[in-house]
C-alpha cells in the first residue's frame, strides 16, 4: 500500500472514487505476489500494478466500475482460458485478483497507520463458499444465513494487534472519518483490534464475523506475508503490513552514498552514522531519512535495531566498524554486512571474538560485504550490496559469505604462505 498511498491520497482529496485491485492467490509464473496492489481512480488515473502489465488493462476497468459503483468483484485470469489469452496472460501463470471500492475513511485510517511505521493485516472478504457439512456449518458458521453474498456486504479491515497505535490513527483522523467507522474486538482475547467501515460492520453477524476471521489471520506464522483463511461462509484474504525496513550504513563514506540512493527506491528508511562530520554531510546524503553524527555504539541508544533493520558497516576504520558490528550481532537485525576483503574480515573476526562474541554469533556477519557481481565502482559495490540485502531479507537460495568463512581462508592462505 505504500507505493499507491500518495497518489490515492491526492485523487480522495480532489473528490475522486477510488477503487484497490489485490492480487489474492497465483500460480505457475506469475509476475506479482499475492498482497501486490493496484489503485484504480474512478476516471481511470492507475497507480502501482498486479502483473506484469498484461492484465492491468482489464483489471482497471472493472476497477472504475467497482468504484462508481461501490462494488466487489473477483477477477480470475487462469492461462488456459479464452479471458486469458484476450488479455495477453501468456506467461503460463494463473493470477486472482480481488477488486473492491476503497473506503476513505478506512484508507485515512491506513495511511495514519503507515505514516507511525506500524504493523497490521489488510483483511478482505473475496469469496462467499460452501460449507462441508451440516455439522460444520452448524458448529461453526451460526450465522451463515444472514452473510448470504459476504463479500459484498463486509469488504476490507484492517487488523491491528497495538491498541495504542490503533488509538494514535484514529486521533489523527478528521472527526468525520473516525465517525465513520468501527472498532472491533476480536474474538480471541479483546488484543487484536479490527478496524472496519461502519456500515459494513452493522450487518448482521458481520462484526463477530470479522472479529473471528481477524483473529484467526493474525494467527498465522510472521513468515506468510499473506494467505487465506475461511471463517463463516467466507474465504477471507489476508495481506500483511511490515514495519518500513530500514538500513543503516556506519559510515558517511562513497559507497554509501549511492547505496542509500538504491535502498530509497526498494522503500527502505536510510540513517548514515558517522563520529567525521566531514564525511556525514547534508550535500553529501541530501536524500538520506536521518544523518547521526556519533560514534555507533551510542547513536544506537537511541535508533532501535529491529527485525526489519539492516547494517552496513563501511568505513573501513575498525574503531567505527567493530563496535558498530558488536552492537547489531546483539539485536535482531535481519542482515548486517562488513566492508573489506578476506584480511579485513580476519581482522574483524578477531576483534569480536575478543569482544566476547562466538562464532556462532559472528556466523550472522556478511563478509566481504555484498554478491560478487565484480564490479568496482561505488555504485556498482553498492548495487551489489543491496543485491545481497534483498536476498537475505526474501530468504534467497544464493550460495552467501560470511565473516567466519572469510576469516577461516584468510587464516588458511596465511599459514600455507608461512
Not at 1 to 14: C, G, H, L, T
Not at 135 to 142: K, M, N, W
Not at 300 to 319: E, G, R, W, Y
Not at 372 to 389: C, K, Q
Request: charged share 20%; aromatic share 6%; hydrophobic share 45%.
Amino acid at each position: 500500500m505504500r507505493e499507491v498511498r500518495d497518489d490515492v491520497r491526492r485523487w480522495f482529496s480532489e473528490g475522486a472514487c477510488v477503487a484497490l485491485a489485490q492480487v489474492t492467490k497465483t500460480w505457475g509464473s506469475s509476475p506479482r505476489v499475492p498482497g501486490s496492489v493496484m489503485a484504480v481512480s474512478g476516471d481511470g488515473r492507475l497507480s502501482g500494478s498486479v502483473s506484469g502489465g498484461c492484465i492491468e488493462g482489464a483489471v482497471a476497468q472493472v476497477a472504475m466500475e467497482c468504484a462508481t459503483g461501490r462494488l466487489s468483484s473477483l477477477e480470475k485470469f487462469h492461462a488456459s482460458t479464452r479471458r486469458a489469452q484476450e488479455v495477453g496472460l501468456s506467461c503460463g501463470g494463473n493470477i486472482e485478483v480481488f477488486v473492491n471500492a476503497l473506503d476513505e475513511a478506512l484508507f485515512a485510517f491506513e495511511d495514519a497507520l503507515l505514516a507511525a511505521d506500524g504493523a497490521y493485516l489488510r483483511l478482505t472478504a473475496v469469496e462467499d463458499v460452501e460449507p462441508v457439512s451440516e455439522d460444520i456449518c452448524a458448529d461453526s458458521l451460526p450465522d451463515a444465513d444472514a452473510l448470504e453474498g459476504a463479500t459484498s456486504l463486509i469488504g476490507t479491515s484492517l487488523i491491528v494487534a497495538d491498541a495504542a497505535t490503533a488509538q494514535a490513527a484514529l486521533e489523527a483522523l478528521a472527526p468525520g472519518c473516525r465517525e465513520r467507522l468501527a472498532v472491533i474486538e476480536t474474538a480471541a482475547d479483546g488484543s487484536v483490534l479490527a478496524i472496519a467501515p461502519l456500515e459494513a460492520a452493522r450487518n448482521a453477524g458481520a462484526a463477530e464475523h470479522i472479529a473471528r476471521a481477524a483473529a484467526a489471520a493474525w494467527d498465522r506464522p510472521l513468515t506468510e506475508s499473506a494467505g487465506h483463511v475461511i471463517e463463516g461462509p467466507v474465504d477471507w484474504f489476508f495481506a500483511r503490513v511490515s514495519s518500513k525496513p530500514q538500513i543503516i550504513c556506519i559510515g558517511g563514506v562513497h559507497i554509501a552514498m549511492r547505496l542509500c540512493e538504491i535502498a530509497h527506491v526498494l522503500g527502505f528508511r536510510t540513517i548514515v552514522i558517522d563520529p567525521r562530520r566531514v564525511f556525514a554531510t547534508g550535500e553529501r546524503f541530501p536524500g538520506v531519512d536521518e544523518l547521526v553524527h556519533a560514534w555507533p555504539q551510542e547513536a544506537f541508544k537511541s535508533i532501535p535495531l529491529t527485525s526489519s533493520t539492516a547494517v552496513c558497516a563501511l568505513t573501513h576504520d575498525p574503531k567505527i566498524d567493530v563496535p558498530a558490528l558488536s552492537a547489531a550481532l546483539s539485536s535482531p537485525a535481519f542482515y548486517i554486512g562488513s566492508l573489506g576483503r578476506t584480511t579485513t574480515q580476519l581482522a574483524r573476526y578477531r576483534a569480536l571474538v575478543e569482544a566476547g562474541h562466538t562464532d556462532e554469533e559472528i556466523d550472522r556477519i556478511f563478509g566481504p560485504i555484498g554478491l560478487d557481481l565484480r564490479g568496482r565502482e561505488p555504485a556498482e559495490i553498492a548495487l551489489s550490496v543491496m543485491a545481497e540485502i534483498t536476498a537475505v531479507r526474501h530468504g534467497s537460495p544464493y550460495s552467501l559469505t560470511t565473516m567466519v568463512e572469510s576469516a577461516r581462508k584468510a587464516e588458511a592462505e596465511k599459514s600455507v604462505k608461512a
